[in-house]
């Protein structure tokens, strides 16, 4: 299996996919960061800001925006430790964002509040991956996946 950090796309046929339509209800994007030793800006501009400091300025912006498309926040933590499998190099932190469905991250990403912040995400990072999960609806037996799930869209 080969891994690619990436911080925009560059493959055509991942940008076709993500317009489409999508699973129904909502999605969970799971982002797995990695920062710059320091913030690169593409204006040029001077800063003593880590790649970290960078991220997390949109972090907290994006976080703001998140729900004026149905979205939230459902976690994120610093990576520590790769339990199983292996890497070349492992991530720096985990976020996961909830949202509707995928036309409504598409169009937050696409928004020219999100393109504003968006210049420290890119300042920040040195590259994520980004996967789209949707909760299994078949299978939970107790009801469990149901109770969290609203619970998290509560």
Known sequence: MQVINE????????????MQKGPDGPIFMVNLLKFKDRAEYDDGRATDLSGRDAYMIYGRAVMQLLPKF????????????????????????????MYPNRRAMVEMSMSEEWRTIAVHRSAGLKGQ?????????DGDGDGAMAKLMAALLA
């Not at 790769?82 to 964002?97: F, P, R, T």
């Not at 991956?129 to 609806?137: G, M």
């Open 129 to 137: 991956l980004n996967i789209e999960c949707v909760a299994n609806k």
């Open 7 to 18: 911080v925009f796309p560059t493959d055509p046929e991942q940008v076709r996919e993500l």
């Open 70 to 97: 149905g979205g939230k926040g459902v976690f994120a933590a610093d990576v520590t430790h790769l339990s199983l499998g292996k890497v070349e190099e492992l991530w720096d932190e985990i976020a996961i964002a």
